[in-house]
């Protein structure tokens, strides 16, 4: 086989693995958007965000809770400066998951397993997903796939405490 003919057979076969990337791509995007769907619209037909549950209120007090999987690799990877920020201050630090919490996971944590119903709640559809709760009213929130979104979307709210 000449140096064409393979350089043209290896090339195929990359286009091929890129089309089924994509393809598996696209597929876990449309399984996203359905179950957000399915869940119906009833989080954000009302005005303002979700009232917080009993538990997760605490006037005066800070607290930051992190949404995670245990087959999420980023939610392993954004726990480290959720500890940090725990003992940084000795804010409560809370992990919420939809099953039993991964091994691996700091036990300096609070964790709160097979809470699948503050999933629903909040709208959660991907993890890790940190909500920043200050004088029981979420004042920051999103979607946190590496370490610095997280450090970001804590510094954004500190910075802006700082200033009003």
């Known amino acids: 086989m000449s140096f064409m003919a393979t350089a043209l057979v290896l090339a195929w076969v990359a286009i091929i693995v890129l089309a089924l990337s994509v393809a598996g791509l696209m597929r876990q995007v449309h399984l996203l958007l359905t179950e957000r769907s399915a869940e119906g619209s009833a989080a954000s037909s009302h005005a303002g965000p979700p009232s917080l549950p009993a538990d997760l209120l605490a006037a005066g007090a800070e607290r930051v809770v992190l949404f995670a999987s245990t087959s999420c690799v980023a939610c392993s990877e954004v726990m480290p400066v959720l500890v940090e920020h725990s003992r940084s201050a000795g804010r409560s630090c809370l992990v919420v998951t939809a099953a039993e919490r991964h091994p ?15 999933f629903e709640h909040f709208g959660i559809a991907a993890t890790p997903h940190a909500l920043r709760i200050v004088d ?7 979607p946190v796939g590496s370490a610095s979104a997280l450090r970001e979307l804590l510094d954004d709210h500190q910075a802006a405490g700082a200033t009003s």
Do not use: F, K, S
């Open 104 to 118: 691996a996971w700091p036990e300096e944590l609070t964790y709160r397993e097979n809470a699948a119903d503050l």
């Open 136 to 142: 029981a009213a979420v004042v920051a929130e999103g």
